[in-house]
């Protein structure tokens, strides 16, 4: 520990040596000089640096343990040091012999700039923290306070460990255990400071501790006052801070203080008077817009790292949509990443702005020349998606491959998704995992649920690897990746084996958690589940409709149908109409068979077969297959205005084998069994045992099962003993166990 001395002892020749000494060190580093300044008192130190003792890196002195060895190492350097020429002799003058010619003249002393003592600012890392670089000050303050005998450095570094907060500043377990005693230690050492130091800093800090609870605190508010008054810039922002946060809250005098240090170039004083906008007493509005929001881009110039915060603050609160344009755009001219963003989303979507994609991607382009990665992803892709500007995958990819090269985990897996799917580049599996891969390491949520998909489902090139695929998925699902949660859902309601067991009450909790994170496709599902109920939800028609409205606001148009239905079935035609037009705007091709029925029969809409006609070909055409079914059965009946005609009805009826068997067999179902999907269609077996003939000779087996039936019966067709075995013996021969049942008593009966 250092002796703190007041004035430092008479010593001739000592003197000079410690001087020289300390010139040694004032040139060798700044931050060594600064600190040499700091302990000019300290005679012990100033003779172990005179003796070459100083490392080479910054800010590691080896300091003196006492005065008196410090003292007696200084004498015997002074001993042994040899004389240097031109050293006053007895009888000269204090300038040295004079020289032939008259007196010798004066040097001019020149002084360099390096030879200049540093500013004040530089005397500690304080302005470092002042701005909120907390991580480079604590560093410095770690580095020096074992040569401080202020208390200054402990206090800062115990101030810096308090407020870490969440932040990473590299501060160890061992220095938060440690705090209380460092306070108490720094209060110990700044007491004698003050005493012998008339230091506003040092007043600073000691009141600080005080008022936290380390001493007196009227006290401690007395020393912040004095300090303040001799202008330093931390007591000013602490008791403008103390008036905000106290029960006796007083902004007006908060604010006094807060400007005293902004005057100052405080960053954070400038912070929180921007902060402070918004808030009023009785006498009304404490700080103006201009004010506030000025201080919140000087503070931002100065890179305080919550001033953009402030802007958005302040942004937040206003009611004037063109003086928050006005405040937005300025700022942006200042280069400020919130306005930028938030007036490239406003332009794009037209918020309190007319819609103008170029003025979106003029500051997307500014943040992008800044560097910022986001922004570079954001502008590819709005150039993969054709947002604000034309579509362009070249250009996309482009923009992204700078993202991801600045490290933005985004870009990264929009890249990997291009190389999964062949978009704008030759599809390739391997390139893509290794995106998803990188994306994942940098904390990319998406990436590692690509990542897990990828290796559950597998490709044609890449087999599937359940094992690591469903760990992947579950680690994305608890990131909160709603894609993740639903697929996780998926797993557990079937159970897949020696991954995970059919988990009912597991795939349910996965996919309440996917609905909450507003995924479409889970809110369905769960509309399903209340619906029709199961083992763990019962049925509830209204909670099922709910599900269904909030899917259809999130505009799914599979919900416009679902909920066209249910109104339907309950009688309520404007609710019906509503959601089927919704539907069809949509786009949604089911909705043009539903529709078409309800023409047919005159359901909530007029009755017009001619409608129908149209709505099944709109189906048709999209490829849906029991729309191609059922239109078929009308040009075979000459239904719907149409004339008879088996060849179209033929050639629609193979298409629709072709292009979608299941729905063809489903219609051939609804005629044959009276359930189609709704009145319009009549009892026609005979219909019914066609559809049923041509997917049989498709070779749908439970199509030959069921026409088996009808030829034994003579359901829709003439019996036909014979013609039954047969297909009954055809379907068992594929495989369709129940057929060998009913061919086996057939043949027994014939």
């Known amino acids: 520990m250092y002796r703190l001395v007041s004035r430092p002892p008479a010593l001739s020749r000592g003197h000079l040596s410690v001087q020289r000494g300390y010139s040694q060190a004032h040139h060798a580093h700044p931050w060594h000089r600064h600190t040499l300044a700091q302990f000019q008192h300290c005679w012990a130190l100033k003779a172990i640096l005179y003796m070459g003792k100083m490392t080479s890196e910054p800010y590691q002195l080896h300091p003196a343990t006492t005065f008196c060895e410090g003292n007696s190492l200084l004498k015997e350097q002074v001993k042994s040091e040899p004389k240097k020429r031109g050293r006053k002799k007895v009888g000269e003058g204090a300038t040295g012999p004079k020289p032939e010619g008259g007196p010798r003249k004066p040097r001019k002393k020149v002084t360099k700039s390096s030879d200049k003592p540093p500013p004040v600012d530089l005397l500690w890392p304080d302005h470092l923290y002042a701005d909120m670089k907390a991580k480079e000050a604590y560093d410095i303050y770690k580095q020096m306070h074992r040569l401080d005998v202020t208390g200054w450095a402990s206090f800062r570094i115990a101030e810096i460990v308090q407020n870490a907060g969440n932040d990473n500043y590299g501060i160890t377990g061992e220095d938060t255990t440690q705090l209380a005693k460092q306070l108490e230690a720094a209060k110990a050492a700044l007491e004698v400071t003050v005493e012998n130091l008339d230091d506003p800093k040092y007043k600073y800090a000691l009141g600080k501790l005080y008022v936290e609870g380390y001493g007196d605190p009227k006290k401690g508010l007395s020393l912040l006052k004095k300090a303040s008054k001799d202008g330093n810039v931390f007591s000013q922002n602490y008791l403008g801070e103390l008036f905000v946060k106290s029960k006796k809250r007083d902004l007006r005098k908060a604010l006094v203080f807060f400007r005293l240090a902004a005057a100052q170039g405080s960053a954070r004083a400038q912070y929180n008077i921007a902060n402070l906008f918004g808030a009023s007493d009785k006498e009304g509005e404490v700080v103006d817009v201009q004010e506030a929001f000025s201080m919140a881009l000087l503070a931002y110039e100065k890179k305080y790292v919550h001033a953009e915060s402030a802007v958005k603050s302040i942004t937040e609160k206003l009611q004037d949509p063109n003086l928050l344009i006005s405040v937005l755009q300025h700022a942006a001219d200042r280069g400020v990443t919130y306005a930028l963003n938030d007036l490239a989303r406003r332009y794009a979507e037209g918020d309190q702005v007319p819609v103008d994609p170029e003025s979106s991607m003029k500051y ?387």
Not at 529 to 540: A, F, H, K, P
């Open 364 to 750: 997307k382009k500014m943040l992008a020349e800044s560097g910022d990665a986001p922004a570079l992803t954001q502008i590819g892709l709005d150039h993969l998606n054709g947002n604000g500007v034309e579509k362009n995958v070249h250009e996309a990819l482009h923009f992204l491959k700078i993202a991801a090269d600045k490290g933005d985990g985004k870009a990264i897996n929009t890249i990997g998704e291009m190389y999964h799917y062949g978009i704008g580049v030759e599809k390739d599996t391997q390139r893509a995992l290794e995106h998803y891969q990188k994306a994942s390491l940098l904390d990319n949520p998406e990436g590692l649920f690509n990542l897990g998909r990828l290796y559950w489902n597998g490709e044609e090139d890449f087999p599937a690897q359940k094992e690591p695929g469903f760990g992947y998925l579950l680690i994305a699902a608890t990131d909160g990746i709603a894609a993740a949660q639903n697929l996780v859902s998926e797993i557990y309601e079937k159970g897949e084996e020696d991954i995970c067991e059919k988990n009912e009450a597991e795939s349910l909790k996965w996919l309440r958690a996917a609905h909450e994170n507003k995924h479409v496709e889970a809110t369905m599902r769960l509309g399903y589940l209340y619906l029709n109920g199961s083992d763990l939800v019962e049925r509830d028609m209204e909670e099922a409709k709910r599900l269904y409205h909030i899917a259809s606001d999130m505009g799914e148009p599979k919900a416009h149908l679902i909920l066209s239905l249910i109104y339907r079935n309950e009688d309520k035609c404007s609710e019906c109409v509503h959601y089927i037009n919704l539907a069809i705007k949509a786009d949604y091709v089911r909705a043009h068979v539903t529709i078409a029925s309800m023409y047919y029969n005159g359901h909530c809409v007029p009755l017009d077969r001619t409608k129908t006609v149209e709505h099944l070909t709109i189906a048709a055409e999209k490829l849906d297959g029991s729309a191609m079914a059922y239109l078929a059965v009308m040009y075979r009946r000459g239904d719907g205005g149409l004339a008879v005609d088996m060849e179209k009805a033929n050639k629609l009826l193979d298409q629709a084998m072709y292009y979608d068997r299941d729905a063809a067999w489903e219609v051939a179902e609804s005629y044959r069994i009276s359930e189609a999907l709704d009145e319009s269609v009549p009892e026609r077996k005979d219909i019914a045992a066609w559809i049923h003939g041509k997917a049989a000779e498709e070779g749908n087996v439970e199509s030959m099962y069921i026409l088996g039936q009808m030829y034994e019966g003579g359901e829709g067709v003439v019996a036909n003993k014979e013609e039954a075995l047969r297909l009954y013996q055809k379907a068992a021969n594929n495989g369709y166990d129940k057929a060998q049942v009913l061919y086996d008593a057939l043949r027994a009966k014939v």
